[in-house]
T-cell receptor, first 115, second 115 residues
Framework: KAGVTQTPRYLIKTRGQQVTLSCSPISGHRSVSWYQQTPGQGLQFLFEYFSETQRNKGNFPGRFSGRQFSNSRSEMNVSTLELGDSALYLC??????????????FGEGSWLTVV | AQTVTQSQPEMSVQEAETVTLSCTYDTSESNYYLFWYKQPPSRQMILVIRQEAYKQQNATENRFSVNFQKAAKSFSLKISDSQLGDTAMYFCAFIGAGNNRKLIWGLGTSLAVNP
């Protein structure tokens, strides 16, 4: 069974640009969540999608958005990139809602560097 | 606000020895879930162990076990017979049971297993 797949793995963008990251969950998983990981802040929750609906959202500005498709694949978009957006973006999937205590499985992450 | 605290930013242990990583959390809820995740240098987050708060029995997975003290809001991880491959960042996470909750993460403990 394939794990959570994130693309691209590494990317470099310029301030002001936008970026789209993609996540394919484990087959059968309907929940996809996104996290930003930085050395100083640890893991920060961005949002969770379940059956194409955003179920929960973290404390990030509106420049961060996401969506989920009918096949459970998810994308997150960051517009008007800032230097502080440089981070590892982790996607995780689970069979049901995170709040039901379902184990979440992570992808390898997308490293975003903003210059 | 719910918080998770890992008071040991860095730890080291000799191969084959036992080490305990601490985690405390703050919540007013009675039903919730606790997790330990491991992030090796590859940055792939891997589930180590999961505990349901309403289960008094401590969870165990091979060399990994937890000491769950609900009244003290403590959830420590014990690694027995430490191996070089256990070198990683270890994150403790909490999620309340209920609609639209999100995982709350500690800042992690960097564990080095020395030969």
């Amino acid at each position: 069974k394939a794990g959570v797949t994130q693309t691209p793995r590494y990317l470099i963008k310029t301030r002001g640009q936008q970026v789209t990251l993609s996540c394919s969950p484990i087959s059968g998983h309907r929940s996809v969540s996104w996290y930003q990981q930085t050395p100083g802040q640890g893991l920060q929750f961005l949002f969770e999608y379940f059956s194409e609906t955003q179920r929960n959202k973290g404390n990030f500005p509106g420049r961060f958005s996401g969506r989920q498709f009918s096949n459970s694949r998810s994308e997150m978009n960051v517009s008007t990139l800032e230097l502080g957006d440089s981070a590892l973006y982790l996607c995780a999937s689970s069979w049901g809602h995170q709040s039901s205590g379902n184990t979440i499985y992570f992808g390898e992450g997308s490293w975003l560097t903003v210059v | 606000a719910q918080t998770v605290t890992q008071s040991q930013p860095e730890m080291s242990v000799q191969e084959a020895e036992t080490v305990t990583l601490s985690c405390t959390y703050d919540t007013s809820e009675s039903n919730y879930y606790l997790f330990w995740y491991k992030q090796p240098p590859s940055r792939q987050m891997i589930l180590v162990i999961r505990q349901e708060a309403y289960k008094q029995q401590n969870a165990t997975e091979n060399r990994f076990s937890v000491n769950f003290q609900k009244a003290a809001k403590s959830f420590s991880l014990k690694i027995s017979d430490s191996q070089l491959g256990d070198t990683a960042m270890y994150f403790c996470a909490f999620i309340g049971a209920g609609n639209n909750r999100k995982l709350i993460w500690g800042l992690g403990t960097s564990l080095a297993v020395n030969p």
